[in-house]
């Protein structure tokens, strides 16, 4: 078998669902917290990081329990059938109260909900795809994700959530929800976990040879200093440059809204799009040129698009604002393509949940601090103008930090894996 577009795909509906949520949950809402309850920035960025102090350590753990559980279903579809439905359920019924006490508690349960999938649902790609190809089925799982997050784009313009001092977003979410629950319908219909986990693991011991694995048995399974380094330094970019950029994607809606005077719901379209048509292209690039080389690649881009887009303000054209998110899109999928296979690249096959769960700690620590940090800078300074250097000087951070960087890239895969692969189709 060469790499099954197909499969990865339908495994892709899952993080669909995850990125649908999230889309919708980043833009309205801080809305909500601002426009409804009348909180400032710095509180209500402190509730925008409660789902990011529970993935701490939630997404770890789920994904370690992943890892060692099992059924007929499989390893990781019971958590996510189980945390969608959830899910669904608690943010419904979160937009249609009026107190503060009960949304901030439902909202909760909606967070708890999300994060026992998210680090399952992730493993999965990189449970039937074998090393050298995961960064390709990455691109293609981004992908469905960025569709995911344009169809709730669309939701959004389609029942105007960026209409200024909107409060009530309830059929938003009702709509938002049945798009996930559709996509999970998908994805339990047509993945079969257990058979395709057991191929990806025969594909691998009988073609490819796994030298990370190597280098580890010689150290009696643990990692080397140098791959314990290397995970470090990966997990110290992933932290820097999701500082940098969550803080636009969580104030953006605010800023676009308050500052440009802009719909942002087109603006952050535009840049989805421009990752759509990235994801697939980045991931054949990445196994020429490899993937530490093109993440280095998209920090720069990212951070001249942030950079760029604080010189931006209400009387500029629109339209510069679509070329710089066009051209953060791009990085982003760069980046994103390419990163998480780098830290599972050092696991074994039976903990792949506990690493992608290390992946998603360093992105929901700096998700922590990034909405309160920037929201009280902002709040000091008395506007949003910090919004785009301060996200520029973090993922500048994460370009040097990964220059350090040593493990975790692709490695060339040998002849008689590629002709076993054109033999089998």
Sequence with gaps: MKLDYKRVALVGFAFLLIQSFWQAYDAIVPLILVNK??????????????DNALAVFMLPLFGAISDRYNSIHGRRTPFIFVGTILAVIFFITMSLVNNLWLFIFLLLLTLI?????????????????VKPYRSKANAIINLMGTIGGITVLGLGALFKTGVKGKTDFTAYIIAVGAVMIIALIIFISTVKENKWSKEMQENTDKYFKDTEA???????????????????????????????????ISKYSLYATNVLKQ????????????????????????????????????????????????????????????????????????????????????????????YTGYYYTASMAAQIITPVLSGGIMDLVGNMSPLFPYATIFVTLAFITMLFVKHGDSKPISKGFLESIGEDN
């Design 37 to 50: 309850y009348g909180m400032n920035q710095t509180f209500s960025g402190v509730v925008m990081a409660l």
């Design 113 to 129: 909900s999300m994060a026992i999938f998210r680090s399952p649902a992730v493993a999965l790609m990189p449970d039937i795809t």
């Design 214 to 248: 190597e280098e580890r048995e010689e150290v009696g399974g643990r990692l080397t200093r140098s791959q314990l380094k290397s995970l470090i330094f990966i997990l110290a970019s992933v932290a820097l440059w999701y500082i940098g950029y969550n803080a636009v």
């Design 263 to 354: 719909d942002y719901n087109t603006t952050l379209l535009i840049a989805q799009g421009a990752a759509i048509i990235t994801y697939f292209p980045v991931g054949i690039i990445a196994s020429k040129v490899g993937r530490k080389k093109s993440i280095i690649a998209g920090v720069v881009m990212l951070a001249i698009a942030f950079g760029s887009a604080s010189f931006i303000t209400a009387g500029s054209s629109k339209y510069i604002m679509y070329g710089l998110f066009s051209l953060a899109g791009i990085a982003w999928a760069t980046i994103n393509v390419n990163s998480f296979p780098m830290v599972v690249e050092l696991a074994k096959g039976n903990d792949v949940g506990k």
